[in-house]
């Protein structure tokens, strides 16, 4: 019932462009600040963007600041991870996660690939 589900990851070569797309149900989406997650092989979980629930603040690892832009449609229940400039460095499971403005209580979704490599 509770429930994000990402979509639009796949394989893309070197400069290229992805858009993720995190789709929310089961919640009152307007209540959730949404972020985004990656995880490389050999890597821990990085934080790579992230934007608070009316999308009006947003903020960026510096690893990808400049390259990535997260937005949300509160009225689609989505959030989305615009991704322009890929290295293969940014290769990951992507993951979105909702996280309650007030509570300690979070969602976390089951993730996309992305793989950036020519």
């Known amino acids: 019932q509770v429930q994000l589900v990402e979509s639009g990851g796949g394989l893309v070569q070197p400069g290229g462009s992805l858009r993720l797309s995190c789709a929310a149900s089961?919640?009152?989406?307007?209540?959730?600040?949404m972020i985004w997650y990656r995880r490389g092989p050999g890597k821990e979980r990085e934080l790579v963007a992230s934007?608070?629930?009316?999308?009006?603040?947003?903020n960026y690892a510096d690893s990808v600041k400049g390259r990535f832009t997260i937005s949300r449609d509160n009225a689609k229940n989505t959030v989305y991870l615009q991704m322009d400039s890929l290295k293969p460095e940014d290769t990951a499971v992507y993951v979105c996660?909702?996280?309650?403005?007030?509570?300690?209580?979070?969602?976390w979704g089951q993730g996309t690939q992305v793989t950036v490599s020519s």
């Open positions: 996660n909702a996280k309650h403005v007030l509570r300690q209580y979070a969602i």
């Open positions: 934007i608070a629930s009316v999308g009006g603040s947003t």
């Open positions: 089961g919640f009152t989406f307007s209540n959730y600040a």
